[in-house]
DNA sequence: TTCATAATGTACGAAATGGTACGTTCAGTC
DNA sequence: GACTGAACGTACCATTTCGTACATTATGAA
């Protein structure tokens, strides 16, 4: 007698336990689902459908729905950290690297929607999730770091205007990233102008680069 | 024989016919409501018991839910414009007139959260809604033409550089008032930083101003 | 007054939806 | 092989939720 039986249909039917696989294929589901129509959007037997495995699965693992969006919104942060990874500045000269740091972020949001809209969503949701995660706050800090010592460089060359601080500095990059993926439709909608056509996405690209560096390189330094 | 009877309680129940009043209320609960939850968070039986009437005359004005939550996002959108009103830029000089136009514009999204809340649910539904509006479409430009005027009687003084154009200009504008409303949540606790403490709020907006400044005047105008 | 239509109240239905009860199989340990 | 806890499948339940059927009242016109 072996292990595995014959269903009605005359499938093989053998079961693997496989916990690991399974819980990683609900995770990327979820995220999708949570990220495409939100916490009450989303629709846990849909999720389930897409899944290899069951509804039964997902509130074995992950408690609730709630759960199940928390842990998804985690791994969004985490995933988005990860990538973010070696930027390589410190050979570069401030300026330079100011740039190339400025038009990284633009690049990564726009290459991680998905992740962009979790954030709105956990906004519309006045961050009551996040507030909960210890996890995703432990993650943050890197962008930060980076700016802070691209600008202290720039302060030691001359180059950079003094009295600016690292957070607000990237606040600045981070809205004008963020935006230019969080509000496309309704942006364009309204102003009758395709934001996301190639050409458009190169000018607010090298808009949003020129205007950081004028902001923090002395403007004598800047040719008009 | 009177027109009004008594109920069961008692009470005096004549009723009144008031079409405006009643779609008024309902459009003022659903707006609430629907910017506060989202289409699929908000609920039909919710928005009833908040409104002085019932769940079917919802229906008998409205049609259905998707219609209600267009006609919610249209009267946000007319509200906020109405609002913005009355500026007079034009008998400032240049430079204080942008000044100006960018502090009400940041000042304008932080009195309006719900206004952002409903645009941001709206970019989730990948303005699948907004589309469908031409009233929407057939409200907007006037900041960009307030901008715009601004701008060309900087380039005639010779203090704003050439080159830019209003509506990109806008677009830099909006993305940092509205990111400072949307993202209030997630980035004070990320960054273990209240964004929402006053002290942290005027930064940001002489920030913003300060860098729009930057931007769009010539360099050699702009002291340290 | 009569009459037609707009406006409103009450109650209900059908489907969707989050969550669970209950039983079975897998996989490692003794 | 016997045993045990983790992993999994199926079917189901209770409630919520959008929407409607049906009856009644108000209001202005003829």
Redesign the pocket.
């Known amino acids: 007698m072996t292990?595995?039986?014959v269903?009605a249909n005359g499938k093989e039917?053998?079961?693997?336990?496989?916990?690991?696989?399974?819980?990683a294929d609900i995770m990327r589901v979820a995220t999708r689902e949570f990220s495409e129509k939100g916490l009450?959007g989303?629709?846990?037997?849909?999720?389930a459908e897409k899944t290899?495995?069951?509804?039964?699965?997902?509130?074995?693992?992950f408690?609730?729905?709630?759960?199940?969006y928390l842990k998804a919104l985690e791994r969004s942060y985490q995933q988005v950290r990860q990538q973010e990874g070696e930027l390589e500045l410190d050979h570069l000269e401030p300026i330079e690297a100011l740039s190339k740091l400025v038009a990284f972020t633009f690049e990564h949001h726009i290459k991680n929607p998905d992740f962009i809209r979790m954030v709105m969503i956990e906004n519309i949701h006045h961050g009551r999730f996040i507030e909960q995660s210890e996890l995703i706050q432990s993650l943050n800090a890197g962008a930060v770091d980076e700016l802070q010592k691209v600008y202290r460089r720039g302060l030691e060359t001359g180059q950079f205007r003094p009295g600016l601080e690292a957070l607000e500095l990237h606040w600045l990059i981070s809205a004008l990233s963020f935006f230019n993926v969080s509000n496309r439709y309704t942006f364009s909608r309204i102003f009758n102008w395709d934001q996301n056509a190639a050409s458009n996405q190169e000018k607010l690209a090298s808009h949003v680069i020129d205007m950081v560096l004028r902001y923090v390189v002395k403007p004598e330094l800047m040719a008009d």
Chains 1, 2 share one sequence.
Request: glycine share 0%; net charge positive; aromatic share 8%.
């Open positions: 292990t595995h039986k269903a039917r053998t079961r693997k336990n496989d916990p690991v696989r399974v819980k009450s989303a629709r846990i037997d849909e999720i290899k495995t069951s509804k039964r699965m997902i509130y074995y693992y408690k609730d729905k709630e759960t199940l």
